[in-house]
């Protein structure tokens, strides 16, 4: 019996230390993912918190919080296990932000302003109902099974697709949402919202506002090697800077987007680990450095906040279109894009179209040639902020597709070479897009 005791005294031990050291860090972040998850779901897209509990926070660790949404004040706040209680609040016109104890909610605050786009055109270069337009080149039953195939039968939890929108010839040929969603329904990008703050360079250089071969204007670089790390390394994810992205645990990125009151700083700490434009390395904290790059683009807050509005967003209809902020007042542009499965086609479009919408010229058509060209090392993976298929990493979908990616399989996928657009989101990384688009992408071949 003694023996037994203490073989069973070692296990606890053993337990208490690893529960100790590989799990307690980790519920600061676990609590902070939750809450704000929850009020970003609640209050950006009306979710209720037993479907967002079942359908955003029903991730491993992440289920072990316990949640509360207080309407009044508009904050929520998560715990796991009754520890690590975190914050976040609701804004209107700036989302959901993770805050911790120092932060002031009553502090005033600048709001973007919006210009709704009004029109009598339809969808997707208006907001009216899209015109049905029937292309005898398409295979209807082909595309309706394809669109059909990428969302789970009834009682299955497998490809968690909540939405697909097709475009093609600049015309909605195909949609489709899983139950609980609408057209209306505003929807997470995730990491989607990096190809969307690249685009504010492309369009500050046809403004001829900005040099992004130019070295990026960090003072902390100025007096070491890192003074010589350009825009365009740090648009291709080539800057050669330290940054470790992983979402399975205490990581840079992690700790950037739950713990950060300035995302924007993570980066600009790191060293130089690698040779500038020779050593691609996928990091968040470069997207939000590269906000920050923006905001000093900028006299006023005011006019930074305006800016992602009005030259883009509600340019081109994307009305439901949401960028949140950080604690310091900037974009999240790595990670906290919102808006209806429309308008995320709508976005994909412009690239189609190579920055051209209704008239008007957003973005030099080389812009999107910039951002769909392979970066140094990347395999033909990785260009401006967008992903590629150059390196084929989809095999049976055209090699000139790129395209917009986020967590869990957000994905807006741009094809020049069939004037097609495709945007599928849900809940699934396992989702097999290699089928679904090889199979979209054969309908148009009747």
């Given at each position: 019996m003694k023996k037994f005791l203490k073989i069973f005294a070692v296990v606890l031990l053993i337990v208490f230390v690893y529960l100790r050291i590989e799990i307690y860090p980790q519920l600061d972040l676990i609590s902070g993912?939750?809450?704000?998850?929850?009020?970003?779901?609640?209050f950006i897209d009306n979710r209720s918190l037993e479907t967002i509990q079942k359908g955003d926070n029903d991730i491993p660790k992440v289920d072990w919080a316990t949640n509360e949404i207080d309407e009044n004040r508009k904050f929520t706040t998560s715990k796991v296990y009754g520890l690590k209680a975190r914050k976040a609040i609701y804004r209107e016109g700036l989302g959901a932000t993770l805050i911790n104890d120092d932060f002031e909610v009553n502090k005033p605050y600048n709001v973007p302003k919006r210009i709704f786009l009004k029109n009598s055109l339809p969808y997707p270069f208006g907001n009216n109902n899209p015109i049905d337009t029937v292309f005898a080149t398409i295979d209807y039953a082909k595309l309706q099974k394809a669109v059909e195939n990428a969302f789970d039968k009834e009682g299955e939890k497998n490809k968690r697709t909540r939405s697909v929108v097709v475009i093609y010839k600049n015309k909605l040929i195909a949609e489709k949402y899983a139950s609980g969603f609408t057209a209306t329904s505003k929807i997470l990008g995730w990491s989607m919202t990096?190809?969307?703050?690249?685009?504010y360079f492309g369009i500050l250089q046809k403004q001829g506002k900005i040099d992004i071969m130019k070295p990026a204007p960090i003072a902390e670089w100025k007096n070491d090697e890192r003074k010589n790390i350009t825009i365009n390394d740090l648009l291709h994810m080539n800057s050669g800077l330290e940054w470790e992205e992983s979402y399975t645990k205490?990581?840079?990125?992690?700790?950037?987007l739950f713990t950060a009151e300035d995302m924007t700083q993570p980066q600009i700490d790191k060293p130089l680990v690698g040779k500038p434009n020779n050593s691609w390395n996928y990091s968040s904290g470069t997207t939000n450095l590269l906000s920050g790059i923006l905001r000093k683009q900028f006299k006023t807050h005011q006019e930074y906040l305006d800016f992602w509005y009005s030259s883009l967003f509600d340019k081109?209809?994307?009305n439901s279109a949401l960028v949140e902020v950080d604690m310091a007042g900037n974009f999240v542009g790595s990670s906290y894009g919102w808006a209806t499965t429309r308008d995320w086609a709508k976005f994909g479009l412009l690239?189609?179209?190579?920055?051209?919408?209704?008239g008007e010229q957003i973005f030099d058509s080389s812009w999107a040639k910039y951002v769909a060209t392979p970066t140094n090392g990347s395999n033909g993976k990785y260009g401006g902020q967008f992903w590629l298929n150059a390196g084929g990493k989809f095999p049976d979908v055209p090699r000139d597709m790129f395209y917009?990616?986020?967590f869990q399989g957000q994905m807006v996928a741009i094809f020049p070479s069939h004037d097609l657009v495709v945007v599928r989101m849900g809940l699934s990384e396992a989702f097999d897009?290699?089928?679904?688009?090889?199979?979209?992408?054969?309908?148009?071949?009747?």
């Open positions: 993912f939750s809450a704000k998850s929850v009020a970003s779901g609640h990096k190809s969307i703050t690249a685009t205490i990581s840079d990125a992690t700790k950037m081109i209809g994307m690239y189609l179209n190579e920055g051209h919408w209704n917009c990616s986020g897009f290699n089928a679904f688009l090889r199979d979209v992408v054969a309908s148009l071949e009747k």
